[in-house]
């Protein structure tokens, strides 16, 4: 199983762009790579899902290279509303919920 | 619904009592999962149903914990005998489809057990 290693804790400044990246040494090669945000007291909240090179969404930008072994997620001009705690997972189209290793993700402090 | 119910959303029980956690799904998601969120730590699988059937039981940590799930749709999480290591905040997921790689995930807001 894919598991993920991600920063524990990260602080940023409001309006700067934020760079969270993921280590994931022995993806497999039909995996995928999704990341989810959590706010307190909420579930985890689908932000962005890629297979390689660049995708991006109204929210998020995924960067992986090509040999996929990490992933780089980047949140552009960030607001205090991003503090959360992001989680990186991997996984493939025939996995379930226990082969989706969501760690202790990076939690986001975004400052005034 | 519009979205996954979870009830209660606080739950403060004395060791030893039973408990039931539970979860409404999105109208449809054929799939469900449950997770345990200890505190400051990351999610923890505890089950997985894909309709009324548990093809994967493996993150229950004992026999303590069972789960079902009814008419393809809620599911309620029972832990009985609680213990203080109980205490986390219980996730509930559902989703469309058994397969597509981790993206269609809905949770609940999750209920917060505390054991006394």
């Known amino acids: 199983l894919a598991k993920t290693t991600q920063p524990i804790s990260m602080d940023s400044y409001e309006g700067q762009e934020v760079n969270i990246t993921c280590s994931h040494n022995?993806?497999?090669?039909?995996?995928?790579i999704t990341w989810y945000q959590q706010f307190p007291s909420q579930g985890p909240r689908f932000i962005i899902q890629?297979?390689?090179t660049k995708v991006t969404n109204e929210v998020a930008s995924l960067f992986i290279p090509a040999d996929r072994k990490s992933s780089t997620l980047s949140l552009p001009r960030v607001s205090l509303s991003d503090t959360a705690v992001y989680y990186c997972?991997?996984?493939?189209?025939?996995?379930?919920?226990?082969?989706?290793?969501f760690g202790t993700g990076t939690s986001l402090t975004v400052i005034p | 619904g519009a979205g996954v119910s979870q009830s209660p959303s606080n739950k403060v029980t004395e060791k030893g009592k039973d408990v039931e956690l539970r979860c409404d799904p999105i109208?449809?998601?054929?799939?469900l999962y449950w997770y345990r969120q200890s505190l400051g730590q990351g999610l923890e699988f505890l089950i997985y149903?894909?309709?009324?059937?548990?093809?994967?039981k493996s993150g229950l940590p004992s026999d303590r914990f069972s789960a079902e799930r009814t008419g393809g749709s809620v599911s309620t999480l029972t832990i009985q005998r609680t213990q203080q290591e109980d205490s986390a905040v219980y996730l509930c997921?559902?989703?469309?489809?058994?397969?597509?790689?981790?993206?269609?995930?809905?949770f609940g807001s999750g209920t917060r057990l505390t054991v006394v």
């Open positions: 997921a559902s989703s469309s489809s058994r397969t597509g790689p981790g993206r269609g995930y809905t």
């Open positions: 022995n993806i497999a090669t039909n995996d995928y």
């Open positions: 890629g297979y390689k």
């Open positions: 997972l991997v996984g493939g189209p025939s996995n379930t919920g226990n082969q989706f290793y």
């Open positions: 109208s449809g998601h054929t799939a």
């Open positions: 149903f894909q309709g009324n059937s548990a093809p994967d």
